[in-house]
């Protein structure tokens, strides 16, 4: 089999992160990839990891191959022109029939992945639910994201000052943020450097609310804002240094942060649902939150997000604090697991292989309707992977 996957490649987001160990893992189990780059001309090819510069160098013939592309479905129909094409993205906001999002393209989300699309990947169920709700009639699969084992590494923490709460990712109302700020606030002052919270986020979002965020903390001594365009191994220092990782998002499809810091060993406390809650939710401190409207709170998504509980945020914090040393050890024990279960090549052996067999033998192989293992799934745990010789 060839797979083409096709994003925009920046290695210090979340799109070129998961790109970087698709295809790596892809290319541990035997699978020839390409890598369809969208801006190319920004890319370094000599600095990319050698299985990204491999797939990005490799040719290809559409017809022969099955494309994965990771982008909003507004991108599918200039894009996904394969033998066998796959969306890959996900929905996070409710709405029977127009949730999800709108944008200036004149096509709904919903209708490019029933156009364009013979399948499509989501990263959680309560994705594909809400892209189903919304009108999507492709065969959804599921693929959940997934840590790097070798960069997320446990720590135990202990109670400590400055008694750290942190953040890591888009700064942004959809991402709680302007809640968390205020909840802490109230729960530990705006002057106590006992405590401090750090928000760390890249360049790419600063169009939504930074300026709002940037207001919000001119007047503390005890909230730090950084913006860097660095990658994972950057972003785990902060999660490693953070008592609390906080994460009261109104919408995730996936989430990957809070999977990312419960791996660390860090106390998360995010809210009670999206993306990442069905795989992680009995190892973290819910957060409270109910359906309400987005209405003019984001530029494009529509329908209802989830709505932390402003009390809810500001106990769990007081609770945490409280208790810090039993919720710490419970969460060291935590990312033990969360790095069994959730490591990028367990989730690609479990979810995307057994898929892309399928579609070798319906699309490629000609053996539609049988529901069988192949001998190579059957023997991907043979294979070394490439973090085994590390």
Not at 76 to 81: H, Q
Not at 184 to 198: H, P, T
Not at 280 to 288: A, C, E, P, V
């Amino acid at each position: 089999m060839h797979v083409v996957y096709n994003c925009y490649y920046h290695d210090f987001t979340a799109m070129g992160i998961i790109a970087n160990h698709i295809i790596e893992e892809l290319t541990n189990a035997g699978i020839t990839v390409s890598f369809n780059v969208f801006n190319k001309n920004e890319v370094d090819i000599d600095k990319c990891t050698p299985a990204v510069k491999k797939a990005i160098l490799t040719e290809y013939d559409p017809m022969d191959c099955v494309g994965i592309q990771f982008t909003y479905p507004d991108m599918y129909g200039e894009y996904l022109k394969y033998r066998v094409n796959v969306g890959y993205t996900g929905a996070d906001s409710y709405g029977t029939p127009r949730g999800w999002y709108l944008t200036g393209n004149p096509t709904l989300p919903q209708d490019s992945c029933n156009k364009f699309c013979h399948y499509m990947l989501t990263p959680s169920d309560y994705s594909r639910k809400i892209m189903k709700s919304c009108g999507v009639t492709t065969p959804i699969e599921l693929y959940p994201h997934g840590i790097d084992p070798l960069i997320f590494t446990p720590r135990k923490r202990i109670p400590t000052r400055p008694f750290t709460v942190a953040l890591t990712g888009e700064l942004t109302k959809r991402k709680g943020v302007p809640d968390l700020i205020e909840a802490f606030i109230d729960v530990v002052g705006a002057q106590n450097e006992d405590f401090q919270l750090v928000l760390r986020a890249n360049t790419h979002m600063t169009y939504l609310q930074s300026d709002l965020i940037k207001e919000m903390v001119t007047k503390t001594k005890n909230i730090k804002i950084e913006w860097k365009d660095a990658g994972q191994s950057d972003i785990v220092s902060y999660m490693h240094n953070a008592h609390i990782f906080a994460w009261p998002s109104l919408a995730d499809w996936a989430g990957m942060p809070p999977l990312e810091a419960c791996a660390t060993g860090a106390v998360v406390m995010a809210t009670d649902s999206n993306g990442y809650f069905e795989f992680i939710g009995d190892k973290i401190i819910s957060i409270k939150s109910s359906r309400q409207p987005v209405g003019n709170q984001h530029p494009y998504l529509l329908g209802d997000w989830n709505q932390p509980d402003p009390y809810d945020i500001r106990c769990k914090l007081i609770d945490i604090i409280n208790n810090y040393e039993k919720y710490s050890d419970i969460a060291y024990e935590n990312a033990f697991k969360v790095h069994e279960e959730f490591s990028w090549r367990a989730v690609t052996e479990k979810y995307l292989l057994p898929f892309l067999d399928k579609i070798d033998r319906i699309h490629f192989k000609n053996i539609s309707g049988i529901d069988i293992t192949s001998d190579r799934v059957r023997d991907l745990k043979r294979i070394p992977s490439i973090l085994d010789k590390i």
